[in-house]
């Protein structure tokens, strides 16, 4: 079993950062992928970005490129998210996710896809 306890969070205004952090923990942990994705107040869970835990390997959401980076620390067994440029609709809580292995026809962005969940954290961007 793995566990995923997601912080850094919180209120900021247009145009700041932020940087979510998610510690993984239980048994050795390893994974094929990391994610993130956000659930905003009456919409369906939408990928946000993911990364290979061996290699690296980034794939992010078309609204977040060029203003979110993922990230991940394999000695930590943490990944990052570091948001900048924030914009409104950017409001959402923000969950990490593990894929535990990888698997055919593959889809980052399928919710279905992500073995573990962490609780969220709610990101808020104010006018």
């Known amino acids: 079993q793995v566990q995923l306890v997601e912080s850094g969070g919180g209120l900021v205004q247009a145009g700041g950062s932020l940087r979510l952090s998610c510690a993984a923990s239980g048994r050795t942990f390893s994974a094929y992928v990391m994610g993130w994705f956000r659930q905003a107040p009456g919409k369906e869970r939408e990928f946000v970005a993911g990364?290979?835990?061996?290699?690296?390997?980034?794939y992010y959401a078309d609204s977040v490129k060029g203003r979110f980076t993922i990230s991940r620390d394999n000695a930590k067994a943490t990944v990052y998210l570091q948001m900048n440029s924030l914009k409104l609709e950017d409001t959402a809580v923000y969950y990490c996710?593990?894929?535990?292995?990888?698997?055919?026809?593959?889809?980052?962005?399928?919710?279905?896809?992500?073995?573990?969940w962490g609780q969220g954290t709610q990101v808020t961007v104010s006018s």
């Open positions: 990364i290979k835990w061996n290699g690296g390997t980034t």
């Open positions: 996710a593990v894929t535990a292995y990888s698997r055919p026809h593959y889809d980052w962005t399928r919710a279905n896809d992500y073995d573990y």
